[in-house]
């Protein structure tokens, strides 16, 4: 019988990552099901206690549990307890241990994808929700000059900062939308503006011909985001290969082998 995974939220649909996970585990010759779980909104640990009852080995959690994911987890890794949210489960000798991969898929797709490198970087990081969170981690490894944190509300702006006061002093700052200066080097929306095809406050100088301008959001056209970078003379980039690395790191972390990315994102990407 195969190994059997999922991907857990609520809509789920939409969700790639069926055919991601299908693609990485016909390149590496694994043998496995990975499906789509809709698990009701106040159902969410009560779907995972039906997943470990059924033999499955492992999930993909996105919205909206990532922060009951964090809490229902028995065990953390350092990434996901910086990020206070955790997107993949492993279920093995009866603990559910918990991974945010979200971060290291941000960062291989800026330095490997997109061949930007961040060490001695200028990083302007809109937003300070999960999204934000989980990705300042691993930025954070890779060396950069220093990290801005800018979000409609300051005051959460302020709080993630002082999450990563400790693990890496005055590397990360908080900033008002009206208070940005510029250009940075690497530009990252991780608002929800593009959700609701609308622009985050972000002023023009933020952006010049030399900025990585990326969009956690993805889709078959570019983002206002994207478009108003583009505007700027920016090189603007969207979620999706954020999307697929990430699905590559849980992969390694559930099959303890790493698939190689770059045709399967093309065939996603051809697929929108």
């Known amino acids: 019988m195969s190994d059997r995974y999922c991907v857990i939220g609520n809509p789920i649909a939409h969700s790639r990552s069926p055919d991601i996970h299908a693609a990485f585990a016909a390149q590496t010759g694994h043998t496995l099901v990975y499906e ?6 106040d159902g969410f640990a009560a779907t995972v206690g039906g997943l470990v009852a059924s033999g499955y080995r492992g999930a993909s959690v996105t919205v909206p549990f990532k922060l009951e994911a964090a809490a ?7 990434r996901a307890r910086a990020a206070g949210a955790v997107n993949t489960l492993v279920f093995a000798d009866g603990v559910i241990f918990g991974d945010n991969t979200d971060g290291a898929g941000l960062v291989n797709d800026i330095v490997h994808n997109a061949g930007v490198a961040v060490a001695g970087k200028r990083v302007l990081m809109l ?3 999960g999204a934000a969170q989980g990705c300042i981690l691993p930025l954070l ?18 709080a993630l900062v002082e999450r990563f006061a400790d693990a890496a002093p005055g590397k990360v700052a908080a900033a008002d939308f009206a208070d940005i200066d510029g250009p940075y080097d690497i530009v990252i929306n991780a608002t929800s503006a ?3 095809d609308t622009m985050p406050a972000v002023p023009s100088q933020a952006f010049s011909p030399t900025t990585l301008a990326l969009d956690m ?10 478009a108003f970078a583009t505007a700027q003379g920016a090189t603007a980039r969207d979620g999706l290969g954020m999307l697929v690395e990430q ?9 303890g082998v790493r698939p190689e990315t770059d ?4 065939r996603i990407r051809s697929a929108l």
């Open 36 to 41: 789509r779980c809709l698990a009701p909104l």
């Open 141 to 158: 490894s890779q060396g950069p000059q220093a990290i801005v944190v800018v979000n409609r509300t300051r005051a959460s702006a302020d």
């Open 127 to 129: 937003g300070a929700g």
């Open 263 to 266: 045709e399967i994102l093309t």
């Open 217 to 226: 959001m993805y889709g078959n056209k570019p983002t206002r985001f994207m």
């Open 247 to 255: 699905a590559a790191e849980a992969f390694f972390l559930w099959r």
């Open 194 to 196: 593009s959700l609701a």
């Open 72 to 78: 229902l987890a028995g065990q953390l890794s350092e």
